[in-house]
C-alpha cells in the first residue's frame, strides 16, 4: 500500500528562522516521485520541490530544500529564512507506477504559521 | 510550469440541481486527469482517474453515477456532480499530466457550496 505521513498537524517558526516540515512515506513501487506543495487560503496548489527515487543528491529550489533520505523513507522540507509569506498548509505528496496510473497521493498537511 | 485552468472558481447551487466543472490544460496534452475532493482543513483525496478517451478510474467509495467524469479530448476533462446535496459541498481540484511519471499541473479549484 502507498501511504504518505504527516505528523505535524501544525508548526510555527519565526521569522527569518528555517523550518523542517516531516514527510514519511511507505511503497513498495521501485521508482517514484516525491513532491511538496503549499497551499494557501486562496486553495491553489503551488509546487515547490520534485525529488526523484534515484535522484543521489538532495533537491534544492531557492529557500527549499528536500532532505531526502531513502532509507529511512523520509522526505523532510526545509524552508529556509522563513517569510510571512510562507504561513500556509504544506502537504507532502508521492507519486509511483504502483499507485496506480501514476496518480498523486498526499499527505494529511501541516500548517505552518510564521511569526512576525 | 504548465498551465491549467479550472472552471468555475466557485459555485452555489441548489441542492437536487447538477453542477459542471472543467479541468483544461491551456499549453499542453493531458493524456491523464485526475480530481481530487478537500474537506476544510483536510488533505486532497484523490476521487478518479480519467484518461483521455477512456472511462475513468474512481476510488473506492466514491460514487460513479454521482460524480461523472468526461475526458473526451486532451485538454479538457469535465466533472458533473448530480443531483448535489450539501454534503458534496467541497473544495473540488484537478491535476493533469502528460502521462507517466511525470509532474501533475494543479488547477485553482472550485469551491462547490450547495444549499
Known amino acids: 500500500a502507498q501511504k504518505i505521513t504527516q505528523t505535524q498537524p501544525g508548526m510555527f517558526v519565526q521569522e527569518k528562522e528555517a523550518v523542517t516540515l516531516d514527510c514519511t512515506y511507505d511503497t513498495s513501487d521501485p521508482s517514484y516521485g516525491l513532491f511538496w506543495y503549499k497551499q494557501p487560503s486562496s486553495g491553489e496548489m503551488i509546487f515547490l520541490i520534485y525529488q526523484g527515487s534515484y535522484d543521489q543528491q538532495n533537491a534544492t529550489e531557492g529557500r527549499y530544500s528536500l532532505n531526502f533520505q531513502k532509507a529511512r523513507k523520509s522526505a523532510n522540507l526545509v524552508i529556509s529564512a522563513s517569510q510571512l509569506g510562507d504561513s500556509a498548509m504544506y502537504f507532502c505528496a508521492m507519486r509511483g507506477a504502483n499507485t496506480g496510473g501514476f496518480k498523486t497521493i498526499f499527505g494529511a498537511g501541516t500548517r505552518l504559521f510564521v511569526k512576525a | 510550469g504548465a498551465v491549467v485552468s479550472q472552471h468555475p472558481s466557485w459555485v452555489i447551487c441548489k441542492s437536487g440541481t447538477s453542477v459542471k466543472i472543467e479541468c483544461r490544460s491551456l499549453?499542453?496534452?493531458?493524456?491523464?486527469m485526475f480530481w481530487y475532493r478537500q474537506f476544510p482543513k483536510q488533505s486532497l483525496m484523490l476521487m478518479a482517474t480519467s484518461n483521455e478517451g477512456s472511462k475513468a478510474t474512481y476510488e473506492q467509495g466514491v460514487e460513479k453515477d454521482k460524480f461523472l467524469i468526461n475526458h473526451a479530448s486532451l485538454t479538457l476533462s469535465t466533472l458533473t456532480v448530480t443531483s448535489a446535496h450539501p454534503e458534496d459541498s467541497s473544495f473540488y481540484i484537478c491535476s493533469a499530466s502528460i502521462g507517466g511519471d511525470t509532474e501533475a499541473f494543479f488547477g485553482q479549484g472550485t469551491r462547490l457550496t450547495v444549499v
Open positions: 499549453d499542453f496534452q493531458a493524456t491523464t
